[in-house]
């Protein structure tokens, strides 16, 4: 692990307001190259979540007044109990499933959108696609993932969900309005009327390093840079992650030695966190990197 | 006894809707309005919603658009992350900005956070987003009952009316607590229809509140109209027109986004 310099800085919790569930470990049917924690359906390093497992924290989240639920992975479609698990959330709060959509069923969807209708709460489908074309897409996410993705975005939007497609910026910054409008054209083309599109930075970990690069010392946190910085940005601020290892500081740094905050109660995980990793840099420098842009707030006014 | 208020938000410079609103709370018999932020934006001439405050008593709090407006900063502090939302934001606060004068400047400035009574045993709190943030978003579809219960605690109040995302809605909580968002009197709520909408609630001691929300109609056309002459854009209008967001969408969650037609 890194050694914790005198100045790294510490963040404390202000609530847990979003709770992630690494449901399918670090399984996926897919391997894509810049994947931050390398999944593939051989790394088997982090495993599923039972259904017991996720109810009893979804059980503990209502005390503690958690808002939100987001479902991650590897391929969450992977656990065969990803719908009960989602139909159990929609009970008390939000849920969120970030995929791959290559391996949707329609009996699946059929629940969830029942689900979804006697829910108060909204249903969000994260889809992973990282380019707007096989050309830009399939030589991160492998071959044929682009058209095999669309048709889970087509199946999605004929169900009558509004998937958002969560796309990594594997281009310069400069071409996000050229990728963002390319993007609405080819989803549209599709039969996807009002797209919804969320662009992330990469995150120098796991297949990523290799891919391209990892961070450089010097690409930390330092206490100086944290003077006046609203700490919402940064998702330990007000999540955590449920693995089949106990409640982590995030869904980035799955694999930190450090990341492990309770085997017990999620209460216990509730404590600060220092943000030693590199990732903790990029996390830093885009802020709000893992919520859904409906809980976007730049974080003015904070009276807590 | 029986105490009538009346909550609206998210004013947008809708001077016309203000007037027709506050006629509508007095007619009901609202002993007091209360309009909890964003004065400006989106619409026509802000200076004109000022004088109709001031006349009628009604104490504001400061919405994130406020602030923005009252200090002069860069944007509007609405955290839209999408380049289209961002774009049309900032063509109404420069508007908004260069025709907002310096003394509602320094009115806006001077606005509270919060607002906290107590009407009939009940605790109060009036703010624009959340208890604890200026721009937090409550969506329905995003809150969870949990955290509403958990954000009461903290604030140890029995009744939150907040605004901001400018669409109504309402849950009861446990132990005779409320939530409320009042919506927005600047811009039909996304629902094809041309009026807008305020909350009304009753407190009576020992008795549970009661909370509607009000359709407001008024002079949509007109404001339309003011709006074209002030050259501001086409795709606002439209909304006014049509009672469909056009602009801002990407915010929006699943469940109220699929409710509109953009």
């Known amino acids: 692990m890194n050694p914790l310099a005198a100045d790294t800085p510490q963040v404390s919790i202000s609530h847990l307001d979003q709770l ?5 470990g670090t399984l996926c049917n897919l391997t894509c190259h810049h994947c931050f924690i390398s999944c593939s359906p051989h790394n088997d390093s982090f495993g599923h979540l039972t259904l017991e497992q996720v109810r009893a924290r979804l059980r503990e989240a209502v005390a503690l007044g958690v808002n939100e639920y987001y479902f991650t992975g590897g391929e969450p479609f992977l656990n065969r109990d990803l719908v009960p698990m989602l139909e159990l959330a929609l009970r008390q709060g939000p849920a969120t499933v970030l995929t791959n959509a290559t391996v949707l069923k329609p009996e699946w969807l059929t629940r969830l959108k029942a ?42 939007v004929e169900f009558g969900f509004l998937p958002i497609i969560t796309a990594a ?70 999540a955590r992650l449920v693995t089949d290892r106990g409640v982590q500081v995030c869904p980035i740094l799955l694999e930190a030695e450090d990341a492990v905050l309770s085997e017990t109660t999620m209460a216990e995980s509730l404590k600060p966190y220092a943000l030693r990793h590199g990732a903790c840099y990029t996390c830093y420098q885009y802020g709000s990197i893992c919520a859904n842009p409906s809980g976007g707030s730049l974080g003015f006014g904070d009276r807590a | 006894m029986t105490t009538r208020l009346a909550f609206l938000g998210g004013v947008y410079s809708n001077y016309l809707a203000l007037g027709a609103t506050i006629a509508d709370a007095k007619r009901w018999g609202a002993d007091q309005i209360f309009c909890l932020g964003d004065l400006g934006a989106f619409g026509p001439y802000p200076d004109r919603v000022f004088p109709l405050l001031d006349q009628f008593g009604i104490p504001c709090v400061q919405g994130n658009y406020d602030d923005s407006i009252g200090h002069g900063l860069d944007d509007c502090q609405c955290g839209y992350t999408d380049p289209r939302d961002n774009h049309f934001a900032a063509i109404s606060y420069r508007y908004t900005l260069e025709n907002t004068s310096a003394e509602n400047r320094e009115f806006l400035r001077g606005l509270p956070s919060e607002i906290r009574l107590e009407v009939e045993g009940r605790r109060l709190l009036l703010c624009h987003g959340s208890p604890r943030r200026t721009n937090e978003f409550l969506w329905q579809s995003t809150t969870s009952t949990p955290f509403l219960e958990y954000l009461l605690e903290e604030a140890q109040v029995d009744l939150v009316i907040g605004t901001h ?72 209008i439209e909304t006014i027109l049509t009672g469909w967001w056009t602009t801002c969408l990407e915010v929006l969650p699943g469940k109220e986004r699929a409710a509109g037609v953009y």
């Open chain 1, 115 to 156: 689900a979804h209708d006697q829910s108060e709460y909204s249903l969000e489908f994260r889809v992973s696609i990282d380019g707007f074309s096989a050309e830009t897409n399939d030589p991160i996410r492998g071959e044929g993932t682009f058209v095999r993705a669309m048709r889970g975005v087509t199946q999605l």
């Open chain 1, 20 to 24: 992630w569930f690494q449901v399918s």
């Open chain 1, 169 to 238: 910026r594997t281009w310069p910054e400069q071409e996000d309005a050229m990728v963002l409008a390319r993007f609405r054209e080819v989803l549209r083309a599709a039969g996807y009327a009002r797209p919804r599109i969320k662009l992330l930075p990469t995150i120098k970990l796991g297949a990523e390093v290799k891919r391209t690069e990892g961070y450089r010392d010097s690409q930390r946190v330092t206490a100086e840079m944290m003077e006046g910085f609203d700490t919402r940005q940064l998702i330990c601020d007000h």
């Open chain 2, 165 to 236: 995302t400018g669409l109504p809605w309402q849950r009861p909580l446990s132990g005779g607590r409320h939530f409320v968002n009042c919506g927005a009197i600047g811009r039909p709520a996304n629902d094809g229809q041309t009026c807008v909408w305020y909350a009304r609630v009753e407190l009576e001691q020992g008795r549970g509140p009661r909370i509607e929300f009000a359709p407001v109609t008024y002079d949509h056309r007109r404001l339309a109209n003011e709006m074209r002459d002030e050259g501001l854009p086409e795709e606002f």
